[in-house]
T-cell receptor, first 116, second 110 residues
Framework: KAGVTQTPRYLIKTRGQQVTLSCSPI?????VSWYQQTPGQGLQFLFE???????NKGNFPGRFSGRQFSNSRSEMNVSTLELGDSALYLC???????????????FGPGTRLTVL | AQSVTQLDSQVPVFEEAPVELRCNYS??????LFWYVQYPNQGLQLLLK??????LVKGINGFEAEFNKSQTSFHLRKPSVHISDTAEYFC????????FGAGTTVTVRA
């Protein structure tokens, strides 16, 4: 069974631009969660989608948004990029809602975003 | 909200020596704890988890962890490390989302 895939793996943008990252979960998984990883702030939860609905959200500004499609694939969008948005963005999928700890989250390799 | 503190940011260790990575958590009620490993340029992989039951949890690659409720700790151990265990290790708690510690970088030297 294929793992979680994320595209692109690397991305370079300039301040003020917007970016869209994509995540394809493991087949059969219905939940997709997004995390931001930076050297300064560590791993931080962005949001979780389940059955095309956002179920949980972290403390990030509205410039960060996402959506989930009927096939459970998810996209994350960041508008008006800032230098501080440079990070590794990780996607994780699980069978059920991540808030239920019995649903193990499987992580993708991440998208490395650099904002210049 | 629950939080996680990893007490060591870097742990150098010689090959075949034991290693212990320390993790403390703050908790209100139920606690679900996890250890993840991240190899360079890769995502996170689950090593083990504590949900309930036995306080000694065994995971993959020879790792184990002990849940200690009175000390609010969930330390990770491996009796004999290998060069391939060089990675970053994260302790996490599930509070409707995964909240991670700052990570511990383990460097195994020959």
């Amino acid at each position: 069974k294929a793992g979680v895939t994320q595209t692109p793996r690397y991305l370079i943008k300039t301040r003020g631009q917007q970016v869209t990252l994509s995540c394809s979960p493991i087949s059969g998984h219905r939940s997709v969660s997004w995390y931001q990883q930076t050297p300064g702030q560590g791993l931080q939860f962005l949001f979780e989608y389940f059955s095309e609905t956002q179920r949980n959200k972290g403390n990030f500004p509205g410039r960060f948004s996402g959506r989930q499609f009927s096939n459970s694939r998810s996209e994350m969008n960041v508008s008006t990029l800032e230098l501080g948005d440079s990070a590794l963005y990780l996607c994780a999928s699980s069978l059920g809602l991540a808030l239920s700890s019995y649903n193990e989250q499987f992580f993708g390799p991440g998208t490395r975003l650099t904002v210049l | 909200a629950q939080s996680v503190t990893q007490l060591d940011s870097q742990v150098p260790v010689f090959e075949e020596a034991p290693v212990e990575l320390r993790c403390n958590y703050s908790s209100s009620v139920s606690v679900y704890l996890f250890w993840y490993v991240q190899y360079p340029n890769q995502g996170l992989q689950l090593l083990l988890k504590y949900l309930s039951g036995s306080t000694l949890v065994k995971g993959i690659n020879g790792f184990e962890a002990e849940f200690n409720k009175s000390q609010t700790s969930f330390h990770l151990r491996k009796p004999s490390v290998h060069i391939s265990d060089t990675a970053e290790y994260f302790c996490a708690v599930n509070d409707y989302k995964l909240s991670f510690g700052a990570g511990t970088t383990v460097t195994v030297r020959a």
